[in-house]
Structure formats: structure tokens, C-alpha cells
């Protein structure tokens, strides 16, 4: 299918790849804007980006009729209709990547090879949902009777989407949501809208007007979006302090909530691993956008025994890697994404200063972008910090880690489930079965063995504990977009 292109009264009127020079927000598949307007900046340079609407409460109750409008036509439509055009949405998509990722990592600031790697997370993640087999189940069968589970669209879905991921996560909720038979109204981060804002744009070729709509907007729009009695689900992917302020607004009209939240992954590194091979990769999945990621690496427990050789050769690692601008070779890390996250990465460091405690590599300094300007941390490892400083118990989000040293097993395990948090946690090995025993005793939505955030669309995503309520992805991930029903039908 040709892409879509809008005539001057937001219409569509023909393909024609999208404009990435200017943003509005889609309701009831037209584009509209806003007398009010605002812009975000690029993290690197802190230079303007586009104009964005900023949506009104009008806008929001015009999305929200659409969407109810759209809901019983859509959730009628075929699940094999739906996933054709889902699938379509994806393949155009694929088509338009090269823009996706030229503006993520203007908008985002991530270096450029990440960009790419997240706007290729889609099709996948497209692909491997609209695979999973979402059929009716036979839960017994008698000469009288057949009863059978079931299950039906829940109507509309608001989903909250984050500027770390902005891409991948809508797509992320956009997908589930469509197959189950739900529209969704997509809600940027205020940080990061634009591309955002573009999905919607392409998804008006493919879906009905109301099925998939999006609204850019300042800190007032989440909560109208959230208390509107309308959506019967809101889908959020932030911060834990924001998610029980979602839940808490949800809860008065009893709307279903899927929270993906933060999280304080723990990694064990056993003995017996090989320091050179190991530390690398840890490093790397510690500073993965610039630590900007819910389910990164977080606090790093490393046996006794090999403790000073596994920091030094993180140290070693750390000190290659660079941090500037997206947009150039070799960048391992971008700016952080926006100036309220930067104070409070940099305020981590004043706490250390005030503790004594050691940083083995990096630490608070100047931005590394053109004349100082931009959001930049240097990758920090601080050495040993106590067991209570804020760099361990709290989520940092940016390039700061903690390595500490730990003797026994069974204390360690605890010391890893410590915290409030239940997102992810590893363990690193050469004995798999010591490392799997150790696994299954940790507190957190997905455990590795020898590895890290690797994903799968195919299976559930969600934390444990303060981390999250329900799952996103995954036959369990389908199922939160619908109602569970139980048939007890009669044989003739």
C-alpha cells in the first residue's frame, strides 16, 4: 500500500512520504493543529525542533467520540482483517525507517546506530505479535454442553508513551491494541513527539478514521486522558511515581491499567565468568542509552575474588567509550534527554561527593557536545558505595552504575531483591546450572542467564513489585486489551 499524504482540511489525497517539517496531531483520521503550540529541543545541541500542538480538552473529548465510534466496527472487523492491515502498517513503516531514525535521534538524542536499532525493533515486533495465536480455547466439551473461553475487545485504549524508547513502545502498544480490536489514542512524551506523532499520521492509510489517533500536548493532557470516562484501558509505559498517579486516576472509573514501570536490575557476576569477555558486555548493557533504559543494568554484584579485576577491565572498557552527538561516528553515548532527567543524574553525583564515595571512572563534568552545550554524562562506575547510598537503592536513570562485592550466594540473592523494584535482573556464569538455580530465585519480571535485555515480542513483559501491573507483549500482553469470557454453550 501507498503511504499517506494530507491535502490543507487534513484529508487524505494521495501517496506521498511523510514530511518530517511539520507535526499535528490526528483525530478522527484527519490532521489538525492547535493555536497553541511548543517545541522540544534536540538534547545535543539544545537547539529548537518543530512546532506541536498543544492539545486542549476539546481536542481530547473529539478524539475520544471518534475512537467510540470507531470501537464496535473495528473490534467487528475480522482478526484476520486486522492483522493484514496491521502487517501493512509495519511493511510501510519498514519503507519510511530512513526518516524515523533521522528525527529519533534529533528529537530522542541517541547515537544514530541505536536509532536504527529501535526503528527496526518495529517490524519485528509487529510481525512476532500478529503471529501469536489469539484463538478460542475448549476448555471441555460433554454431550450437553461446550465451554469455552474467549476473548473480547475491552474499547478504547490510551497508551502513555515514554521519550526514552518513543518509537518501539508506541508501536509497542499501537499493535497489541489493534489486533485485539481496540482503537488507541497515542499520547507522546511531551520530551520526544514528534516521531509520535508521524506513526499516527501513517496509520490513517490503513485503519479507519478513530481507530488510531494521537495527541501531543503539555503536562495537563495526560491526567484529562487518563480521568476521561471514555477509554476503557490506559497502557502506561513511565516512571513509578507517575504510574500510581495514573492508577489512582484510572481507578475512578474503574479502567483496566497496564503499568510498565522502572526498575533497579541487578546483575551477578559469579567467579568462575571470563572477566575479559563478560565485563565489555556488561558495560555496554549498563550504559545502553546512556542508561536510559527501564530494564538496563542497574547495580552490579561481583564476587569477592575477582572484584578488583573485573572493575579494572570495566574501567578500562568504560574509558573507550564516547559520548557526543548521535549524529557522529563512533558515539557510544548521547546527551541525556531532557534538562529535568540531566539535574537529576547530576544531582547523583553530588550526593557521592557528599558521601566519600569512590568513582572509579567518569563523574560529573562539562557537556561534551559543540561549545559545552548539551545534555552530556560522562559513564560513571562508582567502586563499593554503601549498600543504602542513593546510587544503589534509587533508579539513577542515566550512564551512573555501582559495582559492589559480595562472598556468599544466599546473600547476595538478597541483597539483589533488596530493592522496592522487580523489572529485570542477570546472572553471569560458566556453571548455567548454578546460574539457572540462582535465577530462579530472583524477584523480577524477566531473569537472564549470561545475557541481558534480550527481549522477545513473543513473550511477557512486566515487573514485579513497584515495577509495573501486568504484562505488555505475548499472547498474556494480547489478553490485558480484552475482556476474559466464559461460554457455556448448549449442544443440540
Same mark, same amino acid.
Given at each position: 500500500?501507498?503511504?499517506?499524504?494530507?491535502?490543507?482540511?487534513?484529508?487524505?489525497?494521495?501517496?506521498?512520504?511523510?514530511?518530517?517539517?511539520?507535526?499535528?496531531?490526528?483525530?478522527?483520521?484527519?490532521?489538525?493543529?492547535?493555536?497553541?503550540?511548543?517545541?522540544?529541543?534536540?538534547?545535543?545541541?539544545?537547539?529548537?525542533?518543530?512546532?506541536?500542538?498543544?492539545?486542549?480538552?476539546?481536542?481530547?473529548?473529539?478524539?475520544?467520540?471518534?475512537?467510540?465510534?470507531?470501537? @464496535? +466496527?473495528?473490534?467487528? #472487523?475480522? %482478526?484476520?482483517?486486522?492483522?493484514?492491515?496491521? *502487517? !501493512?502498517?509495519?511493511?510501510?513503516?519498514?519503507?519510511?525507517?530512513?526518516?524515523?531514525?533521522?528525527?529519533?535521534?534529533?528529537?530522542?538524542?541517541?547515537?544514530?546506530?541505536?536509532?536504527?536499532?529501535?526503528?527496526?525493533?518495529?517490524?519485528?515486533?509487529?510481525?512476532?505479535?500478529?503471529?501469536?495465536?489469539?484463538?478460542?480455547?475448549?476448555?471441555?466439551?460433554?454431550?450437553?454442553?461446550?465451554?469455552?473461553?474467549?476473548?473480547?475487545?475491552?474499547?478504547?485504549?490510551?497508551?502513555?508513551?515514554?521519550?526514552?524508547?518513543?518509537?518501539?513502545?508506541?508501536?509497542?502498544?499501537?499493535?497489541?491494541?489493534?489486533?485485539?480490536?481496540?482503537?488507541?489514542?497515542? @499520547? +507522546?512524551?511531551?520530551? #520526544?513527539? %514528534?516521531?509520535?506523532?508521524?506513526?499516527?499520521? *501513517? !496509520?490513517?492509510?490503513?485503519?479507519?478514521?478513530?481507530?488510531?489517533?494521537?495527541?501531543?500536548?503539555?503536562?495537563?493532557?495526560?491526567?484529562?486522558?487518563?480521568?476521561?470516562?471514555?477509554?476503557?484501558?490506559?497502557?502506561?509505559?513511565?516512571?513509578?511515581?507517575?504510574?500510581?498517579?495514573?492508577?489512582?486516576?484510572?481507578?475512578?472509573?474503574?479502567?483496566?491499567?497496564?503499568?510498565?514501570?522502572?526498575?533497579?536490575?541487578?546483575?551477578?557476576?559469579?567467579?568462575?565468568?571470563?572477566?575479559?569477555?563478560?565485563?565489555?558486555?556488561?558495560?555496554?548493557?549498563?550504559?545502553?542509552?546512556?542508561?536510559?533504559?527501564?530494564?538496563?543494568?542497574?547495580?552490579?554484584?561481583?564476587?569477592?575474588?575477582?572484584?578488583?579485576?573485573?572493575?579494572?577491565?570495566?574501567?578500562?572498557?568504560?574509558?573507550?567509550?564516547?559520548?557526543?552527538?548521535?549524529?557522529?561516528?563512533?558515539?557510544?553515548?548521547?546527551?541525556?534527554?531532557?534538562?529535568?532527567?540531566?539535574?537529576?543524574?547530576?544531582?547523583?553525583?553530588?550526593?557521592?561527593?557528599?558521601?566519600?564515595?569512590?568513582?572509579?571512572?567518569?563523574?560529573?563534568?562539562?557537556?561534551?557536545?559543540?561549545?559545552?552545550?548539551?545534555?552530556?554524562?560522562?559513564?560513571?562506575?562508582?567502586?563499593?558505595?554503601?549498600?543504602?547510598?542513593?546510587?544503589?537503592?534509587?533508579?539513577?536513570?542515566?550512564?551512573?552504575?555501582?559495582?559492589?562485592?559480595?562472598?556468599?550466594?544466599?546473600?547476595?540473592?538478597?541483597?539483589?531483591?533488596?530493592?522496592?523494584?522487580?523489572?529485570?535482573?542477570?546472572?553471569?556464569?560458566?556453571?548455567?546450572?548454578?546460574?539457572?538455580?540462582?535465577?530462579?530465585?530472583?524477584?523480577?519480571?524477566?531473569?537472564?542467564?549470561?545475557?541481558?535485555?534480550?527481549?522477545?515480542?513473543?513473550?511477557?513483559?512486566?515487573?514485579?513489585?513497584?515495577?509495573?501491573?501486568?504484562?505488555?507483549?505475548?499472547?498474556?500482553?494480547?489478553?490485558?486489551?480484552?475482556?476474559?469470557?466464559?461460554?457455556?454453550?448448549?449442544?443440540?
Amino acid at each position: 500500500m501507498a503511504p499517506v499524504a494530507f491535502n490543507d482540511s487534513g484529508s487524505v489525497n494521495g501517496p506521498a512520504d511523510l514530511d518530517f517539517t511539520k507535526f499535528y496531531n490526528v483525530i478522527n483520521g484527519k490532521l489538525t493543529s492547535t493555536k497553541v503550540t511548543r517545541h522540544g529541543v534536540n538534547p545535543a545541541t539544545l537547539k529548537d525542533l518543530p512546532e506541536v500542538p498543544v492539545s486542549t480538552r476539546e481536542d481530547v473529548d473529539a478524539a475520544m467520540k471518534a475512537a467510540e465510534a470507531a470501537f @464496535k +466496527p473495528w473490534a467487528t #472487523t475480522s %482478526y484476520d482483517e486486522r492483522r493484514k492491515l496491521v *502487517l !501493512a502498517f509495519g511493511d510501510e513503516f519498514e519503507r519510511q525507517i530512513g526518516s524515523f531514525v533521522k528525527f529519533l535521534t534529533k528529537e530522542q538524542g541517541k547515537p544514530t546506530h541505536l536509532a536504527r536499532l529501535e526503528c527496526g525493533a518495529v517490524q519485528k515486533w509487529i510481525k512476532a505479535l500478529s503471529a501469536l495465536d489469539f484463538e478460542e480455547e475448549l476448555i471441555s466439551e460433554t454431550e450437553e454442553r461446550q465451554t469455552i473461553i474467549r476473548y473480547t475487545p475491552l474499547g478504547v485504549v490510551v497508551g502513555i508513551v515514554p521519550w526514552n524508547f518513543p518509537v518501539q513502545l508506541a508501536v509497542g502498544k499501537i499493535a497489541p491494541s489493534l489486533l485485539t480490536g481496540n482503537p488507541i489514542i497515542i @499520547k +507522546p512524551s511531551p520530551f #520526544t513527539p %514528534y516521531c509520535g506523532l508521524k506513526l499516527g499520521e *501513517l !496509520a490513517q492509510k490503513f485503519f479507519p478514521p478513530g481507530v488510531v489517533q494521537v495527541l501531543s500536548g503539555d503536562d495537563n493532557l495526560g491526567p484529562w486522558l487518563t480521568a476521561h470516562p471514555t477509554p476503557a484501558k490506559v497502557s502506561f509505559t513511565g516512571s513509578s511515581a507517575t504510574g500510581k498517579k495514573v492508577m489512582e486516576s484510572a481507578s475512578k472509573t474503574l479502567k483496566r491499567v497496564t503499568l510498565e514501570l522502572g526498575g533497579n536490575d541487578p546483575a551477578i557476576i559469579c567467579p568462575d565468568i571470563d572477566i575479559a569477555a563478560t565485563a565489555p558486555k556488561i558495560a555496554s548493557l549498563a550504559f545502553l542509552n546512556s542508561g536510559q533504559t527501564c530494564a538496563a543494568i542497574k547495580r552490579i554484584y561481583v564476587h569477592s575474588s575477582i572484584y578488583a579485576a573485573f572493575l579494572a577491565a570495566m574501567v578500562a572498557f568504560t574509558r573507550t567509550l564516547r559520548v557526543g552527538p548521535g549524529t557522529e561516528d563512533g558515539v557510544a553515548l548521547g546527551p541525556i534527554q531532557n534538562a529535568a532527567q540531566y539535574e537529576k543524574v547530576r544531582s547523583f553525583f553530588t550526593d557521592l561527593e557528599n558521601d566519600g564515595s569512590k568513582i572509579a571512572v567518569g563523574g560529573d563534568g562539562d557537556g561534551e557536545g559543540e561549545e559545552g552545550k548539551g545534555y552530556f554524562v560522562r559513564p560513571t562506575i562508582v567502586d563499593n558505595p554503601p549498600s543504602d547510598a542513593r546510587v544503589v537503592v534509587e533508579e539513577a536513570f542515566g550512564p551512573l552504575l555501582p559495582l559492589l562485592p559480595w562472598t556468599h550466594e544466599r546473600s547476595v540473592i538478597a541483597r539483589a531483591n533488596s530493592s522496592k523494584m522487580g523489572l529485570g535482573a542477570s546472572v553471569w556464569s560458566r556453571d548455567v546450572e548454578r546460574a539457572n538455580r540462582i535465577a530462579r530465585q530472583l524477584d523480577a519480571g524477566s531473569v537472564w542467564v549470561n545475557a541481558h535485555l534480550a527481549l522477545d515480542p513473543r513473550a511477557p513483559f512486566g515487573g514485579h513489585k513497584e515495577s509495573g501491573i501486568g504484562v505488555e507483549w505475548g499472547v498474556q500482553g494480547l489478553r490485558g486489551f480484552c475482556n476474559c469470557q466464559t461460554l457455556y454453550l448448549g449442544r443440540v
